[in-house]
Every structure is written in C-alpha cells, then in structure tokens.
C-alpha cells in the first residue's frame, strides 16, 4: 500500500468564520484522494489584513505564530483554500523574516505551502475529482492573488472542467481585479462596487449559473454586490464544486 501523504491544513479567517463548510469540502477531498489530514486548533490568522493596512510589528508577531504553528515536521504540505492566504506566506513572508532568526525556519516551510487546487494538480498531479458532479453552466474568475502571486490559472479550470455536467463559459476579462482587496473595498467603496458591478455583468454576459473561484474573499464580495442587485447569479467556491455529487 502507497505511503499516505500526511497534510496540514490552513484555514483562513474567511473561511473559518464565514465559509467552513469550503474548509470542510477540502478537507473531503483531499482525504478521497488518499491523503492523511492534520488540523492544528491553534492556528489563527496568517497576517495579512495587518501586514496590508502598514501594521508590519503586528504582521510580524501573527506570522511568527504560524510559522510555529506550522512547524509540524511529518506532514509534507500545507494546504489552504485561499490563494491569497497562500500568496502571503509565500511572498510576503519574505519581507517579514528577511533579518529574522527564523529566517531559515521560515525557508523550510515556504516550499510546503500550496493552495488547495495547485496541490491537487501540480503536486498530486489529479485533474478529476472521481465521482464530482453538478450539472450547470459556470464561469471562472481568476483571482489576483491565485494569478499573479502564485500562478495559478489552468489547474482550477482543469478540475473544474472534469466534472460531471459543469460547463465552463470564459467572462470577458476574467483576469481583471472583482474590486475586493481587502481593506480597499472599505477606503475605496465606490470604486471597489463599481469593479465588482462589471465583474458580475461579465459573468452574466456569459448565461452562467455560477461564479467560481479559489478565494472566499473574492467570492463574498462578489456575492454582496449579486443579492443586493438582486442579479440571477451565484457565487461558489472551487472546493465546493469538487465535494459536490458525491
């Protein structure tokens, strides 16, 4: 019997509070495709918000707990349900400990961390989620912290276009910012809606039933702008669409 691949898991803020079931929907697929799922009850926030408000002192102290939350050494990865989250740790982190001590701890975890649908096909090398169905029309809104800080673009639409009766429909610019950005929406407001009103008519162009993505962030923004317009459109999670049908 093959060796089981042992994970830990990130749950971001997000999620935790507002979407556990996307945390719980990854955790279902990562354990059918045979792999052993650790979850440390002590993790909190990866640093972000204040790391993105100027707050690097506060930045520094919630990154330092992570990286000692994280510092399990027989789990293999660590995984989470956010690019953006995964995006920090990876790029930002690098600022943080540059003249840390912890630098080289550090270092040894940043090649471990990967975002959900990126583990599942660049290091599990899985393209189809057995038994994943859900017939509807979908369109994919490519996040810019799955895009640009990590690279992400032709996996999620790999998994997600093997799903049973899921149609993929591309938006016009797909690629182009939903106006969320953390505490831009808040500072930015009009600006910040206005984006996320050309993203949703993009995605209604195309007949979709759904608007999906790696990042809940993006995702609930989206979603604010769709029920208060009152637009015949939903949001929805990669993981979510992978757990489903089965």
Request: some cysteine; charged content about 20%.
């Amino acid at each position: 019997m093959a060796k089981k691949i042992i994970v830990d898991i990130f749950i971001p803020c997000f999620v935790d509070q507002m979407f556990p079931e996307t945390g719980m929907n990854m955790v279902k697929v990562l354990e059918s495709v045979g792999c052993e799922v650790n979850y440390n009850p002590n993790q909190t926030c990866c640093g972000q918000p204040a790391f993105n408000a100027g707050f690097f002192s506060e930045a520094r102290e919630v990154a330092t707990k992570f990286l000692d939350d994280f510092s399990n050494e027989t789990s293999s990865y660590i995984v989470a349900p956010s690019a953006s989250c995964v995006g920090m740790v990876r790029n930002a982190y690098q600022d943080i400990f540059v003249k840390s001590s912890n630098l080289v701890k550090y270092r040894a975890m940043q090649k471990k961390v990967y975002e959900f649908t990126e583990f599942l096909t660049d290091v599990l090398g899985i393209t189809a989620i057995p038994g994943a169905s859900l017939p509807a029309k979908f369109t994919y809104h490519d996040s810019c912290s799955a895009l640009r800080e990590c690279g992400i673009k032709a996996g999620p639409r790999a998994l997600l276009q093997n799903v049973e009766g899921f149609e993929l429909v591309e938006m016009e610019d797909n690629e182009t910012c939903c106006g969320f950005g953390g505490t831009f929406a808040v500072k930015f407001e009009a600006i910040s809606s206005a984006m996320a009103e050309q993203k949703v008519d993009n995605a209604l162009a195309t007949g979709a039933d759904f608007i999906v993505s790696t990042d809940s962030s993006c995702l609930m923004h989206l979603e604010a702008y769709i029920k208060k317009q009152n637009k015949p459109i939903r949001t929805m999670h990669i993981a979510d669409v992978l757990a489903s049908g089965w």
